[in-house]
């Protein structure tokens, strides 16, 4: 019964791993995280 808990216990660990380092969040599946992007913000100076 032991080696089943066990067993059982090293898989979940396993499939939490594999989970946890495929789930990326980055679009192009580079392995980094996203790059933010910019927009430019139009300022009106003096009225």
Known sequence: MAELL???GVLALFGLALW??????DDNEDG???QPVLVPVRVQRGR
């Open 6 to 8: 066990l067993f059982t």
């Open 20 to 25: 946890l380092t495929g789930n990326s969040d």
């Open 32 to 34: 980094g995280l996203m």
